[in-house]
């Protein structure tokens, strides 16, 4: 019963002089799960988005790092088991599917 308690991403582009940082973070509470997005683009103001999501809504929950540990396992194993899917969140912070 592993679950997520709390997730850190940030992903950053040297664009010249137009650097471009996003980061996400993630963070379990008592009613579910908060994901908070930002945005900064070169000098202009940072951009911030914030979603909440029920416990029921992510049942069953594959956030990013661990889909990357799924996907090793899965390599080692080399197979997929048919009709693989799990809820996800997307680059934008929305409820997804993930198939494998």
């Known amino acids: ?6 997730q850190e991403e940030q992903e950053r582009l040297e664009l010249r002089a137009h650097p471009i940082e996003r980061r996400t973070h993630m963070v379990s509470h008592q009613h579910g799960m908060t ?3 930002t945005l900064q683009e ?10 909440s999501y029920s416990r029921a809504e992510l049942r069953g929950l594959l956030p990013e790092g661990a889909s ?10 080399r197979a997929v088991p048919p009709g693989l899917n799990f809820p996800a969140i997307d680059t934008e912070g929305h409820l997804c599917n993930s198939s494998y």
């Not at 070169?42 to 979603?51: D, H, K, V, Y």
């Not at 990357?68 to 194993?77: I, K, M, N, T, Y």
Request: aromatic share 6%; glycine share 6%; with cysteine.
């Open 1 to 6: 019963q592993l679950e997520t308690l709390e």
């Open 35 to 37: 994901v908070t997005k």
């Open 42 to 51: 070169g000098e202009a103001e940072q951009q911030c988005w914030s979603f």
């Open 68 to 77: 990357l540990l799924l996907l090793r396992v899965l390599g080692c194993q």
